[in-house]
């Protein structure tokens, strides 16, 4: 007689980018802009070898110890920050969403990541020779309260998400109030983390350009800022496609939440300031950098297509040449500066 045997259906495959599940095949791809900006992201290779930080310590010599301070708590920013984005990536981006071509730009992420935390490593190294400096900078989140109070700012959005029910259960998104955590985690590294803490960094190394100082800090700032940048566009890119699969999510609940973590993010990165600018100095002080983040944070704001909420406008002319200045460069900077050029338009706009 036949031996007959029971057929078991293939599981279905996730019809929502945070749907809970591990899909693992490209073809028939259902996200092909997540593969673009993978391949994208490979274009924009760069390596911490690049960077000359020769010049920059005959500059440290230069600076009055009110600019020393501030170089100081800057590289110990430096120092752990792009290792808490870094672990966002593992614990929550990779895990939850739910796209092999998102996968693999969160693979290329984490890699970028990793660079950055060298060339960080290696400004700290050359600015910090002391090896006590260099052990306070790396213990920054404990003893500098300025920075831990932006570091613990990240690690309670890390922290809630796991405290959703299905989270916590099963390590899945499996409720809507699962996936508007998810969506606040993401839009926090986005728009606060990536999109604000480290855009008041860049400004303070852009500051020390414009007057002509640290050219090597600023060149690995240069690529660094490129992949920031193209870390927030995919991360607003799967708040869109999130949006578009699950409206539901984006009520005006969502959009109070929002705007009450930047709020959050401002008044932490105000503090940083507060500690790097003490009295002010020419060209930098709290007041132009308060109003510099609220012009950020409403940028962010209306990117995720919520309400501006500041009407801030952007104090720092060098911010706005940033932009001209590297499109411009980047296609007239010698071959070693990237690996691989990249093909076609780049755009700033609005990321400053």
């Not at 019809?15 to 673009?36: I, S, V």
């Not at 070898?49 to 110890?65: F, K, T, W, Y």
């Not at 060209?283 to 944070?297: E, I, P």
Request: glycine share 6%.
């Amino acid at each position: 007689m036949p031996v007959t045997t029971t057929a078991h259906p293939e599981p279905a495959r996730p019809k929502n980018l945070l749907d809970p599940g591990f899909e693992l095949t490209l073809r028939p791809m259902r996200y092909p802009e997540f593969y673009d900006r993978y391949r994208d992201a490979i274009k924009n290779t760069w390596t911490v070898e690049e960077v000359d930080l020769h010049s920059d310590v005959a500059d440290l010599a230069r600076l009055s110890p009110g600019e020393q301070h501030m170089i100081s708590r800057l590289v110990a920013f430096f120092a752990t920050g792009d290792s808490i984005v870094a672990n966002n990536v593992v614990l929550s981006l990779y895990k939850h969403i739910n796209s092999p071509e998102a996968r693999l730009y969160l693979s290329r992420q984490l890699f970028e990541e990793a660079v950055h935390v060298q060339f960080y490593l290696t400004l700290l190294d050359t600015y910090l020779p002391d090896p006590d400096e260099r052990a306070e900078a790396f213990a920054a989140v404990e003893n500098i309260p300025s920075i831990r109070e932006k570091a613990q700012f990240c690690f309670r959005w890390m922290a809630a998400l796991e405290e959703g029910e299905g989270v916590a259960r099963s390590g899945r998104l499996e409720s809507r109030a699962d996936r508007r955590r998810f969506l606040l985690n993401l839009i926090c590294f986005a728009a606060c983390i990536e999109g604000l803490f480290f855009y008041g960094a860049f400004a303070y190394v852009y500051w020390f350009r414009s007057r002509g100082l640290l050219h090597g800090l600023a060149t690995g700032t240069n690529w660094v800022f490129r992949d920031e940048s193209m870390h927030m566009s995919f991360a607003f890119d799967v708040v869109d496609t999130v949006r578009a699969e699950e409206p539901e999510l984006f009520d005006d609940a969502l959009e109070a939440e929002v705007a009450a973590m930047l709020d959050e993010a401002v008044e932490a990165e105000l503090q940083f300031a507060r500690d790097l600018c003490g009295e002010g100095l020419p060209g930098m002080n709290t007041g132009s950098m308060r109003d510099y983040l609220r012009a950020v944070a409403d940028q962010r704001l209306v990117r995720l297509g919520f309400a501006a909420r500041y009407g801030a406008r952007n104090p720092f002319s060098f911010m706005e040449l940033q932009n001209v200045q590297e499109l411009t460069n980047f296609f007239e900077r010698r071959a070693s500066a990237y690996q691989v050029a990249v093909e076609g338009s780049v755009s700033f706009d609005d990321d400053f």
